[in-house]
Nanobody, 122 residues
Framework: QVQVVESGGGLVRPGDSLRLSCAVS????????MAWFRQTPGKEREFVAA??????RYGPSVKGRFTISRGDAINTVHLQMNSLRPEDTTVYYC?????????????????WGQGTQVTDSS
């Protein structure tokens, strides 16, 4: 059983920074390709960031402000979010899969976390 767990969501104001974390656990047995998506109610799930064969990739709305990085433990990633905007406040999901296909597509990932909420407190 593979589990994906996100953490680090919370209350933010415009201009704040926040770091999200994600870990894949269970019967992993190998390195997983991991990515971040986000979804606002009524909208499609949006690609945020991923590693694609060692190169970090970003969605256009977060490029230059967000950074994805690998954790010390295998199958862990972080998402450092800087210069947060009101439109960044939503639910963030971590996704994982053993294969890297179209890293920007939600359909490429079979394992998902429950999501972590980033809320505008202003």
């Amino acid at each position: 059983q593979v589990q994906v767990v996100e953490s680090g969501g919370g209350l933010v104001r415009p201009g704040d920074s926040l770091r999200l974390s994600c870990a894949v656990s269970g019967r992993t047995g190998s390195r997983y390709f991991m990515a971040w998506f986000r979804q606002t109610p009524g909208k499609e799930r949006e690609f945020v960031a991923a590693f694609n064969w060692g190169v970090d990739r970003y969605g256009p709305s977060v490029k230059g402000r967000f950074t994805i990085s690998r954790g010390d433990a295998i199958n862990t990633v972080h998402l450092q979010m800087n210069s947060l905007r009101p439109e960044d406040t939503t639910v963030y999901y971590c996704a994982a899969d053993k294969r890297s296909y179209e890293y920007y597509s939600r359909n490429s990932y079979n394992f998902w976390g429950q999501g972590t909420q980033v809320t505008d407190s202003s």
